[in-house]
């Protein structure tokens, strides 16, 4: 998938973070489930802002659909776990869960850390990893 540049606007930075505050108090602390995914998943304020900071073909509407994670990710297909594409020594893998935002493919990709901890690290539209070939 080639890059796509968003102009971000004033409006739309404006909505960012209004929605970084709702998540806050909506998500921070809750605990998020997938009826295929045995783990227990959280998210903390450094998922949200890497959701928020990603890139995305449907920037806006990517951020709102973080309002809505827990639908999202209960909705969401498991596809598989990968290694961690930054090889850092504290994720042990990277599960990535496809989705659909503004009628375009998405993964929610979920870290899981050596101590055991499922945490929301972001969104993307554009998983280099994965082989467009698969059935994804």
Do not use: C
Not at 17 to 28: D, M, P, R, W
Not at 46 to 63: A, F
Not at 100 to 129: K, R, T
Request: hydrophobic content about 35%; aromatic content about 8%; glycine content about 2%.
């Amino acid at each position: 998938m080639e890059k796509t540049n968003i102009l971000i606007t004033a409006e739309m930075k404006k909505r960012r973070k209004e929605i970084k505050e709702e998540a806050k108090t909506l998500l921070v602390g809750q605990v998020l489930s997938h009826p295929y995914f045995p783990h227990d998943i959280y998210i903390n304020m450094s998922g949200i802002k890497e959701w928020l900071n990603q890139p995305h073909r449907h920037y806006s509407e990517k951020n709102e659909a973080l309002l809505r994670l827990p639908e999202l990710l209960n909705d969401a297909e498991y596809i598989d776990a990968v290694p961690d594409p930054k090889g850092r020594d504290y994720i042990m893998a990277s599960h990535l869960f496809k989705t659909i935002i503004a009628d375009s493919d998405s993964w929610i990709i979920i870290n899981e850390s050596i101590w055991g901890e499922y945490l929301v690290h972001s969104i993307s539209d554009n998983i280099p990893y994965v082989n467009k070939e698969q059935d994804l």
